[in-house]
């Protein structure tokens, strides 16, 4: 391959750095109003009465909108593709306010000073209810969060009245019976916290009629065609009068997978005819958006004497917040994305509840419930490993799926599995064997290493689905048309990468055209770790197809059959006739202004049965002081097995940004609410994400694969990078001081408070 498997530069990165890019802001209109939001200061609340009447007078104000003023559909904003499994648990403005920063009224005006003060003259009277807070204690709570109905496309379980959005249960084989059997039992209980995005371009949109009365949205989105249908739903107007336009995104990890902000601007533009623009601060993007679900989970691992791991049982508790986006289906990743990784398990079970709570609303994250899953199956898989005494990495050699096997739970059949490879190299560059379980440096010092192993997937197998467009142009070059979002991660030129190499043409002559729902063939976003794997198979597909076509067209103007000419990217040859060709620019210009028109267009869809998964052995060096329990990240090595990597400078990137993500989930980050249900970490005063002094030297190395259904044989990279840092340092907090932390985030207060209690 010539293109494909190269490290090369992002084609859009040195723009970048030089501070080109047009992003969402860029693009509003100085006239454009200003749309502010007057958020409950109560958890759990009923608007008795609202009195907007001062709020109008102020000069500038164009409209101040409450729930009296807008549409009663309800809907989710959850980016996923239709009939989406969130229930429809909202509506634009409620009576009801379920969180502190819930919406009480929409305030537009000719700017921000003037939308801040009108929104500071509306009064609101309460009717204060007794929120919950506590996960524990939401389920048959006397306080229901949602006391009316709330529809589901699909039975996920919803107990609306006991506060469950959702119930799971899967279970293969007798869990009971099979862990009578097993030799050694361990059994915990973990934690973990929700998790902030923290992106650096917060939720924005901006919205205007067009010339025929249309409603255009450019937003900073992950998931420009659910966007529309969310608007079309809660606006209760066509989705054939809304265009949503995706510039550039200064970042999401799922958060931009929530349509957060639309709909107040799109309203707003409906109400008044004019352009309109909302821009969340940062401290709304903490307190009135998604963050990562908080979990308890039991995990219990039953295992023979000789270390061959026969059960896996969890039993697990989710916090959704104030609305149910997400709940279910990150929820059942938590199972599905952690037990298949053991392939001689002769039971296995996941099950549990997604209950409502007064807070601030879980949504996606990237890692998605696997994250959860994994820091919980895996402290238990290393504390099998304390029990049995073996070294944690021969227990997980002894017991990971191979390829070509079939996993014990969830019956997924594996093409493609490098991960026992992946252990080695990992241990290798980590020089596991000289540092393990750990060395005392100093009287109050000790370093000490862990490892945890992770696996996610590839695109949501079955539903979703891509659809790619190539015109080959008059110029001789193509532009690519795609529905799929670059949010930072490269996208945009990995399927570039994959468009050149089966043209064979440069990338220079790939122009990238992306996320217009007007003109770009429909993609449901860049989530679930999919655009390489499935868009990068339209990609795949489209481009084969116009290349048959470059190949046929000039064959036939050739005076040849098909099979007698070669192609080479720039030219249709004759196999046999050094002299006789015709040029790709030539071809171009004949059937877009030449005699014969008809344009060039490779066009596919494409949508996989299958979600083959991406594994990673994680290894982390730690050291840790004895006196304040400070945890510090030495080394960290991830050895991953994608497939085929499409191009490994921008996989690598993503390794290390999801590590430094996870490090910051195992030790800083925390979604922390005071006990009355206001969030206390709402800036990032409060809520610390690792700076790059605190996440050690990453290293990154690739095993690869070779993945069939994959474009190239890629498979995802995008998600599964965020899992290993939690489980595998506290392996090394164990390893090195003999103390187990289950309660995420793992700080210096917790670790020190373990070693005390020891």
């Known amino acids: 391959m010539n293109i494909v498997g190269k490290g090369i530069a992002k084609i859009d990165g040195m723009s970048i750095a030089t501070g080109k890019p047009v992003y969402t802001d860029d693009l509003a209109a100085k006239e454009a109003l200003v749309v502010k939001i007057l958020r409950s200061p109560h958890p759990y609340a009923i608007i008795e009465e609202i009195d907007t009447k001062r709020a109008l007078m102020v000069p500038g104000v164009e409209c101040v909108l409450t729930y009296k003023d807008v549409p009663q559909s309800k809907f989710t904003l959850a980016g996923q593709s239709f009939p989406e499994p969130s229930p429809y648990d909202r509506l634009i403005l409620d009576k009801t306010v379920r969180y502190v920063g819930d919406e009480v009224a929409i305030i537009a005006a000719k700017d921000e000073k003037t939308a801040v003060k009108a ?6 009277k309460y009717n204060v209810l007794t929120p919950v807070i506590d996960m524990e204690e939401a389920i048959d709570n006397k306080s229901i969060i949602h006391d009316v109905d709330v529809h589901c496309n699909f039975d996920i379980g919803m107990e609306r009245e006991r506060n469950i959005v959702s119930k799971h ?8 019976e099979e862990l009578s059997k097993c030799d050694v039992i361990v059994e915990d209980t ?3 916290q929700a998790q902030s995005h ?14 025929t009365g249309r409603l255009v949205v450019v937003s900073s989105t992950q998931i420009p065609f659910h966007v529309r249908r969310h608007l079309s739903r809660a606006l209760d107007i066509p989705s054939s009068k809304i265009r949503v336009i995706k510039p550039r995104i200064g970042g999401g990890f799922g958060g931009k997978q929530t349509a957060c902000v ?3 601007s799109g309203l707003v533009t409906l109400k008044t005819g004019k352009p309109a623009k909302i821009i969340y601060d940062r401290k709304e993007t903490f307190t009135s958006t998604t963050s990562r679900h908080a979990m308890k989970l039991n995990v219990k691992v039953g295992a023979d004497k000789d270390g061959t791991i026969k059960v896996i049982d969890i039993d697990a508790l989710s916090d959704t917040g104030a609305y149910g986006e997400h709940a279910s289906t990150t929820f059942g990743l938590v199972g599905e994305k952690t037990m298949p990784m053991y392939g001689k398990l002769n039971a296995a079970r996941f099950m549990g509840n997604v209950v409502y709570t007064n807070k601030t609303p879980a949504g996606a994250f990237r890692g998605y419930g696997a994250t959860q899953g994994c820091f919980a199956v895996e402290s238990t898989i290393n504390k099998l490993a304390v029990k049995l005494n073996m070294d944690p990495v021969d227990l997980r050699l002894k017991n990971i799926i191979k390829e070509g096997e079939t996993s014990p739970a969830y019956n997924k059949e594996l093409n493609s599995v490098a991960l026992d490879r992946c252990i080695h190299k990992g241990k290798e560059l980590i020089k596991w064997d000289e540092k393990y379980p750990c060395k005392e440096i100093s009287p109050t010092k000790v370093r000490s290493v862990g490892m945890a192993l992770t696996m996610q997937g590839s695109g949501i197998a079955g539903i979703d689905t891509a659809s ?10 193509y532009t690519l048309l795609t529905g799929s979002a670059d949010m930072g991660t490269g996208s945009d030129t990995i399927l570039s990468q994959m468009c050149a190499e089966i043209l064979e043409t440069t990338m220079d002559k790939v122009v990238v055209n992306s996320a217009d729902t007007d003109s770009s063939p429909y993609d449901p976003g860049s989530y679930a770790s999919s655009t390489t794997y499935v868009t990068g198979m339209a990609v795949v597909k489209a481009a084969t197809e116009l290349k048959n076509k470059i190949i046929s067209l000039g064959a036939d103007r050739l005076g040849l059959s098909k099979e007698f000419v070669e192609f080479d990217g720039e030219f249709v040859k004759s196999e046999t006739n050094e002299d006789k060709f015709i040029s790709v620019l030539d071809l171009a210009i004949d059937v877009t202004m030449g005699c014969n028109k008809n344009q060039l267009i490779g066009y596919a869809t494409h949508g996989s049965p299958v979600s083959p998964p991406p594994f990673i052995a994680g290894f982390v060096e730690t050291e840790i002081d004895k006196e304040t329990g400070k945890v510090e990240i030495i080394d960290y090595v991830a050895v991953v097995d994608c497939g085929t990597v499409i191009n490994k400078n921008l996989a690598k990137i993503q390794v290390e940004g999801g590590i430094v993500q996870g490090i910051g989930m195992a030790l800083y980050e925390d979604v922390v609410y005071t006990k009355e249900g206001s969030l206390a970490s709402n800036t990032f005063m409060q809520y610390k994400i690792p700076t790059r002094k605190d996440v ?23 998600e599964v990078v965020v899992n290993t ?20 985030p793992m700080t210096p207060e917790k670790v020190f408070m373990a070693m005390i209690n020891k």
């Open 119 to 124: 929104m500071k003259m509306i009064k609101v």
């Open 169 to 176: 249960l899967y279970e293969k084989g007798n869990i009971e």
């Open 190 to 192: 973990y934690y973990t």
């Open 198 to 211: 923290g992106m650096m371009e917060t939720y924005r949109a901006y919205n205007y009629l067009d010339h």
């Open 262 to 264: 639309e709909i107040f």
């Open 468 to 477: 790619i467009e190539i015109k080959l142009n008059d110029d001789g070059n």
């Open 696 to 718: 050690g030297n990453i290293i990154v190395d690739f095993e690869e694969s070779y993945e069939p259904t994959g474009p190239f044989g890629a498979k995802s990279v995008g």
């Open 725 to 744: 840092p939690s489980p595998a340092i506290e392996n090394a907090i164990y390893n090195g001081l003999g103390v187990h932390v289950n309660t995420l």
